[in-house]
């Protein structure tokens, strides 16, 4: 039932310390807040002693020194998350977990807080990534030096310590590009200072009456989902002293940094960063992305980064060989747009043009699974053992409908180290000494728990059972692979799932859903959504349409200027095909519902048939004329999907929108969308409910506050239940 959200749990975020401890991010509901709460627990690798190992409510992000002796991991507070260690005596740590009795060291104050990090080999340093600017003020601080006490008992004098650090600033120490960027004109340099400062003013909680001014953007795309308007700030790269409390600032400038990595000697750090010296270039345009590599003594930048890539990828991960003499890259060379392969390529450390490794290799790398019940988490590197790297190098990939770790070889073998049934493996990482993969996976009968494999033999381990005793109240169904050809020929996968305890000769109605992306894949895991459908007594039917990663290059890039056409045959024609293998479906009875891509292919179908008695749309697309100009994604997402933009393509894009064929929609269509939708923004929701209404067609609109795209996935919770019971009433209504 929708209500069933308040009891599940999610884990996510693993990290393998020397000894064998294994820390995580356990999430939960806390439904009296109306919100979340996350704590980092610890288990041992053979499944034992898991109890709480922080005691704040916000915690996340774990990361094990390399000698194991302290944890870093990321608190959230007013502001943004703040950098956190935490000391663990070594061997005694699988014992010694009472979090009161471990002091959480704080070592940031950042205005806009800290985003991702990374250990030094030496443990004497972190590097991170933050959106620090002009605002921060660089005095000194002792930094570090103080302590929280982290725990459920905490005491008052610690809790008073906590908020004073919260108004002190780190000690920044300017590094070489700080003052001034040699490839920014001083011109620009005090534009863009200004720039800021009138943004940091105007988006001020409290601004000043008397000096409140309008908010200038001069970027091609001045808002992203997730993190609303741009405040004119860039994330940088810093590097904090442990010992002393000194933060270094190791780059600026005008562009954004990302996925920090120390070279394996610890004298180099590299990163992500898109980067123009040409103003003649848009970066927000741009379609590649480079790694920098800049040299440190003693933790401060040694001159200015250098780019070590050929500007022909996008590059999202890359991590170090063991012997730090190359590069290892997941990128996408952009041919097909975001239905581009992100595939591996090598590179020498000191800098040369990428090489593809395993070059025939046809699949997706990265998890591009979407689901309702996976925690929060970003893209992942590739790994090595450092042990034994000649066994090749550690990467997820996407692959007809799952997610599994898979190990490939530079000669292109490629062998799952994970597997069996359906599974989606979100998360993973390596324990230290190479033996075990660790993951954050679903499978189809349970919400996300972390599993260790052994590489070796293969053995597996499930070493959490946070949902085991809630699943024990649930009556949980296990969804069916089916797969059938298309007419013009491609093979089609999906899954039919039914309710239980269906009577012998009972029709009951059938609801097909289609996924967003288009570029991403269903898979047959535990789902939130499907479960709820299926309890409420439809059959659910979702597939993997052309266009969908998880089947090779050229299924992937199939829908690319093909709107309406194979994808939404392939989405029908997996309807006859229930109905024609399940006797049990009133074909009389069907419905339709989707998101985000899937609600443009929604609103596309309904107008197009009458076959469907009732759908939802919700995060959807009605005007690609309007999407290309509002959508933080607009430009690349329209040109690629239907392929053209708004002022050359005006009537292909206008003949593409379900907006301009609303008037023959007949089937009852509920919109739902969320206010702070910046990727599909809820005007599409609105010209869309308008036109039906002045139609005199059926739909309702529901909008959510304070909601973005992802509404469904990690919303808040009263908002994700309210999202559930709406669709079950519309589905009950009219079906």
Known sequence: MPDDLYGYQWVSQPSVSPYGLVAYVNQTVDREKNDYATHIRAVALDGSGDRRLTGGDKDSAPSWSPDGSRLAFLRAAEGGKQLYTVPVEG????????????????????????????WSPDGRYIAFTSRAGADVERQPAPAGTGSEQSGDGEQREHQAQGERQLQEKPQIQEGPQLQE?????????????????????????????????????????????????????????????????????????????????????GEALSFVSKRVTDERLDA????????????????????????????????????????????????????????????????????????PFAPGLDMQ?????????????????PLYDPHHPQLGVYVLGTDHGNVNVYRIGETGACEPVTGGGEIDVYQYTLSPDGRYVVTAALTAERPGELYRVDVRTGEELRLTRHNDAFLAELDVRTPERIAFKASDGPGIHGWLLKPAGLPQGAKIPLILQIHGGPHA?????????????????????????????GYGQDFAKACRGDFGGGDCRDLLEAVDYALAAFDFIDETRLGIGGGSYGGVMTNWIVAHTNRFRAAVTHRSISNWLSMYGTSDIGISYVEGVIGGNSQEHAELLWSKSPLAH????????????????????????????????????????IRYPGSNHTLLKSGKPSLRVDSFEQVNAWFGQYL
Do not use: C
């Open 91 to 118: 061997e005694a740590a699988e014992s010694d977990l009472d979090p009161s009795s471990h002091p959480a060291v704080k070592h940031t104050a950042l205005t806009r807080g800290v985003n991702a990090f990374v």
């Open 181 to 265: 960027n040699p490839q920014v004109q001083p011109q620009h340099q005090a534009q863009h200072q200004a720039q800021h400062q009138a943004q940091h003013q105007a988006q001020s909680a409290h601004p000043d009456p008397a000096t409140l001014r309008g908010r200038i953007f001069d970027r091609t795309t001045p808002k992203a989902e997730g993190s609303g308007w741009w405040d004119g700030l860039y994330s940088q790269l810093f590097v904090l002293e442990l010992e002393t409390g000194r933060i270094m600032q190791v780059t600026s400038g005008p562009w954004d940094v990302s996925a920090p990595l120390w070279s394996p000697d």
């Open 284 to 355: 927000d345009l741009l379609h590649f992305a480079d790694v920098y590599t800049v040299k440190l003594g003693g933790g401060e930048p040694i001159g200015e980064p250098v780019k070590i890539t050929a500007s022909n990828l996008l590059i999202s991960q890359f991590a170090y060989t063991p012997d730090g003499q190359r590069l290892t890259l997941i990128a996408s060379d952009r041919k097909y747009g975001s239905g581009s392969h992100n595939r591996l390529y090598t590179v020498p450390a000191a800098g040369g043009t990428p090489e």
């Open 365 to 381: 790398l990265g998890n591009a699974a979407l689901g309702d019940m996976k925690s929060a988490g970003a893209s992942q590197s």
């Open 521 to 549: 894949m269903y898979t047959g895991v535990f789902s939130h959504e499907m479960q709820t459908l299926a309890a409420l007594g439809y059959a659910v039917l979702w597939v993997n349409p052309r266009g969908s990663m």
């Open 662 to 701: 609303a008037h023959r929609i007949e089937t009852p269509l509920l919109i739902l969308h969320g206010e702070n939708d910046y990727r599909t923004p809820i005007s599409q929701a609105e010209e869309l409910y308008t036109a039906l209404k002045r139609y005199g067609k059926t739909t309702k609109l």
